[in-house]
């Protein structure tokens, strides 16, 4: 086995084009004349290469997992929060000749989270444009209580309620109640109800 120039105080350097007969302990590198390190070193350099790849790729598959992981336990909570929520209550009053004269919106339907809940926004649609109108269209008397908490909305006509009023309040509240009650009838009881209390 020839030495390389420079190298002669290493035994294990050698020329792949001299015709070496024995491969057993250092394997040829494929290249043309050029100077190969010791198999071993090489072995070593390959498996660190490897180890750190799959160490790589490991991380990757943990951080996937965490992901994964997370967005479970969101759409879990959500479940349960929507899960438990009795729906949205809505109590309609009737005087004692059955003339509509105020109501009570309360609690949340549950049926998508908070941005996403189309009937929370019909609801509340048919309970603002019923504000709005009476105060805009008609003279009567309104008397408001809006709650944060619940939430809980409750409109009271006294001169409604006293079998007065005007015509044009008389047929808002009607329209009110009948959103309400195509609401309850189209997405179900278990997220709008509809009661009517004589009192």
Known sequence: MTKCSGYMG????????ERISSYSKYPPDL????IVRPFNKSFKVGAKL??????????????LLGALFLILVIISAQTMIFAQ??????QIYKNTKGM?????????SGYAEKG?????????????????SIEKFTNDKIDREIKQEGPYIKVIMPELK???GSK???????????????????????????????K
């Open 10 to 17: 290493r035994k294990r350097l050698f020329r792949i084009d």
């Open 31 to 34: 290249g043309q004349g050029r």
């Open 50 to 63: 490897k180890r750190r790849n799959i160490t790589m790729k490991n991380k990757k598959v943990i951080k």
């Open 85 to 90: 929520s009795d729906g949205i209550t809505v």
């Open 100 to 108: 509509i004269y105020g109501f009570v919106v309360s609690g949340t």
């Open 116 to 132: 996403y809940d189309i009937i929370a926004s019909g609801v509340s649609a048919i309970v603002l444009n019923t504000i709005q």
């Open 162 to 164: 006293n079998n007065k």
């Open 168 to 198: 044009e309040a008389i047929v808002l509240l009607k329209s009110m109640a009948l959103g309400m009650e195509s609401i309850s009838s189209t997405y179900g009881v278990e997220y709008v109800k509809v009661k009517y209390i004589s």
